[in-house]
């Protein structure tokens, strides 16, 4: 069974402070990882892609990779409260007519002012 | 650049009947998936449809079809409707080819069974 883990928190952080959520995934075979983030109520939102081990920075926001590991973290510096919603990881083994993403539960963070 | 939209916005239905959702992705987009998330669980993949064709559905029974129309829009039945059936349905699009798994969500439609 493809799986995709992470804490579900909640995760609580002051404001101005760096968030760190995890994601670990059991697919090998894994080759694109994606991070969501999803407001109560709404549905998700692309935030970051990462196809690459390293680290992929985009505004305050920094992905993760190892694939060595099977893990990918997603990094908020300067958290906001407006960054309080669920973040949800999501991996893809891209093989023919196995293209969908298996998504993880999703991490609870909330910013505290 | 537009993105997903989806109709209707809310839809109450009572046991028995059958729903129907639609979805038209951005433009450019020929992948259309279909998710289900149930209140506080998380994203349960439906249906990918591609190219007017279904490539690949999750497990749900087949009360669960859909299809893809010639301009990429899809759309999405329910038959026989259960109460468990009551949840947020999601449509995303992507792009075909390549890394195309950049999937970017529509606002849902909120299915209410009575």
């Known amino acids: 069974q493809k799986e995709v883990e992470q804490n579900s928190g909640p995760l609580s952080v002051p404001e101005g402070a760096i968030a760190s959520l995890n994601c670990t995934y059991s697919?090998?075979?894994?080759?694109?990882f994606f991070w969501y983030r999803q407001y109560s109520g709404k549905s998700p939102e692309l935030i970051m892609s990462?196809?690459s081990n390293g680290d992929k920075e985009d505004g305050r926001f920094t992905a993760q990779l190892n694939k060595a590991s099977q893990y990918v973290s997603l990094l908020i510096r300067d958290s906001q409260p407006s960054d309080s919603a669920t973040y949800l990881c999501?991996?893809?083994?891209?093989?023919?007519?196995?293209?969908?993403?298996?998504w993880g539960l999703g991490t609870s963070l909330a910013v505290n002012p | 650049e537009a993105g997903v939209t989806q109709s209707p916005t809310h839809l109450i239905k009572t046991r028995g009947q059958q729903a129907t959702l639609r979805c038209s992705p951005i433009?450019?987009?020929?992948?259309v998936y279909w998710y289900q998330q149930a209140l506080g669980l998380g994203l349960q993949f439906l249906l990918w449809?591609?190219?007017?064709?279904?490539?690949n559905r999750g497990n749900f029974p087949p009360r669960f079809s859909g299809r893809q129309f010639p301009n990429y829009s899809s759309e999405l039945n329910v038959n026989a409707l259960e109460l468990e059936d009551s949840a947020l349905y999601l449509c995303?699009?992507?792009?075909?080819?390549?890394?195309?798994?950049?999937?970017?969500f529509g606002p849902g439609t909120r299915l209410t069974v009575t």
């Open positions: 999501a991996v893809a083994h891209n093989a023919g007519n196995n293209r969908k993403l298996i």
């Open positions: 433009s450019g987009h020929t992948s």
């Open positions: 990462i196809y």
């Open positions: 697919d090998r075979g894994s080759q694109s």
């Open positions: 995303a699009s992507s792009r075909t080819g390549g890394r195309g798994y950049e999937q970017y």
């Open positions: 449809y591609d190219e007017g064709e279904e490539r």
